[in-house]
Nanobody, 122 residues
């Protein structure tokens, strides 16, 4: 019933910025937490940022101060503003949603987008 579609990935130089978007359908934002995960080849999927249904925001230590998560309920869209990008941010970024708040583990999220690639060159 829920579909998530990401966009906004690309290739940038270190220090640059990207803004990722995730549009949801078949979804009630007020009841759902939504987050961004990333996964690089050979590495585990990690939670980058999450916003719960009360508006609470959570960030991985590695991106605090550089990434900002937000949402537009009217357009059913989740955003991730990524500033001061580093080569270690290179990964496939996934939008995820669930009704368990903002857990760290990916397995607790119910719905996933297809991913959008982010590549940061030094």
């Amino acid at each position: 019933q829920v579909r998530l579609v990401e966009s906004g990935g690309g290739s940038v130089q270190a220090g640059g910025s990207l803004r990722l978007s995730c549009t949801a359908s078949g979804y009630i934002y007020s009841d759902t937490g939504m987050g961004w995960f990333r996964q690089a080849p050979g590495k585990e999927r990690e939670r980058v940022a999450c916003i719960d249904y009360e508006g609470g925001k959570f960030y991985a230590d590695s991106v605090k101060g550089r990434f900002t998560i937000s949402k537009d309920n009217a357009q059913n869209t989740l955003f991730l503003q990524m500033d001061s990008l580093k080569p270690e941010d290179t990964a496939m970024y996934y939008c995820a949603a669930g009704r368990a708040g903002c857990p760290l583990r990916a397995q607790y999220f119910d719905y996933w987008g297809q991913g959008t690639e982010v590549t940061v060159s030094s």
